[in-house]
Nanobody
Framework: QVQLVESGGGLVQAGGSLRVSCAAS????????MGWFRQAPGKEREFVAA????????YYADSVKGRFTISRDNAKNTVYLQMNSLKPEDTAVYYC??????????????????WGQGTQVTVSS
């Protein structure tokens, strides 16, 4: 059983920065790509960023490209999302998730098999 636990969310002013982390249990963390999604009230869950198992390949939603950076530390079983130049529209619950081994697309929520409980990020204007 894989457990993903997010942390680091909070309240920040527009233009500020925040880093959220996702700690994974298990010894196979480094074998899997990982991703971040977010869900704002009344909206569907949307893809934010993903990273390959090695960290070599990274993918971003257009809405966060240039502002957010995904990274991972396989020695610590942790994936990070550094968020800079935050905007009020970035307010959401942020979830990390593990990509299925046979996934064809890392931007689709259906490609992920394990999810964390989420961490709230609120950006005030």
């Amino acid at each position: 059983q894989v457990q993903l636990v997010e942390s680091g969310g909070g309240l920040v002013q527009a233009g500020g920065s925040l880093r959220v982390s996702c700690a994974a249990s298990g010894r196979t963390f480094s074998n899997y790509a990982m991703g971040w999604f977010r869900q704002a009230p009344g909206k569907e869950r949307e893809f934010v960023a993903a990273i390959s198992w090695s960290g070599t390949n990274k993918y971003y939603a257009d809405s966060v490209k240039g502002r957010f950076t995904i990274s991972r530390d396989n020695a610590k079983n942790t994936v990070y999302l550094q968020m800079n130049s935050l905007k009020p529209e970035d307010t959401a619950v942020y979830y990390c998730a593990r990509v299925k081994s046979d996934a064809a697309s890392m931007t689709w929520a259906g490609s992920y098999d394990y999810w964390g409980q989420g961490t709230q990020v609120t950006v005030s204007s």
